[in-house]
C-alpha cells in the first residue's frame, strides 16, 4: 500500500503493510531489525500502541475513519506506550523521521492506495 500526504504533497511509504488480523496486529514490528525507508505497518481500529521488545524507534501518526491526522508520535523508543486519541481510527508506524521528512503535521489528510498489480501485457 502506499501512503501519501497530499495536503503536501509527499508519499510517507510505498511498501506500507496492513495488520488486518488479530495475529498481525499482536506481532506488529516485533522480531525485525529495522523499518528501511518507505516501509511501514498500518493498524486498522488501534487504541493505543506498544513498542515493548523492538529494536528501533519508530514514528505514528494516529488519524480518524478519513484519514486526517489528529496525533503525531516522533521518535518512539523501544518499550515505550502510546496513547491514542478518542476519535483515531487508524496508526501508521513509520521509520523514525519519516513524519518529519514528508512535513505532516496534525489536521493533515493521508490518503491510502492499493498498489496496483501490473502483468506484462502478452505479446
Known amino acids: ?13 510505498e511498501a506500507i503493510e496492513v495488520a488486518s488480523t488479530a495475529a498481525q496486529k499482536v506481532k506488529g514490528l516485533l522480531g525485525r531489525e529495522c523499518l528501511e525507508d518507505g516501509q511501514g505497518l498500518l493498524f486498522k481500529g488501534c487504541a493505543s500502541l ?11 501518526a494516529f488519524m ?16 515505550r506506550l502510546v496513547a491514542a486519541p478518542l476519535k483515531a481510527y487508524y496508526a501508521l508506524e513509520l521509520p523514525a523521521g519519516a513524519i518529519d521528512r514528508s512535513r ?6 493521508l ?10 501485457i502478452a505479446s
Not at 2 to 11: A, F, M, Y
Not at 111 to 120: A, G, V
Open 64 to 79: 480518524d475513519k478519513r484519514g486526517k491526522v489528529l496525533k503525531i508520535a516522533r521518535g518512539v523508543g523501544p518499550f
Open 1 to 13: 500500500m502506499i501512503v501519501s500526504n497530499p495536503d503536501r504533497g509527499t508519499v510517507l511509504g
Open 104 to 109: 505532516t503535521r496534525v489536521g493533515d489528510r
Open 50 to 60: 506498544h513498542t515493548l521488545f523492538m529494536r528501533f524507534p519508530i514514528d505514528v
Open 111 to 120: 490518503r491510502f492506495e492499493e498498489e496496483e498489480l501490473r502483468l506484462p
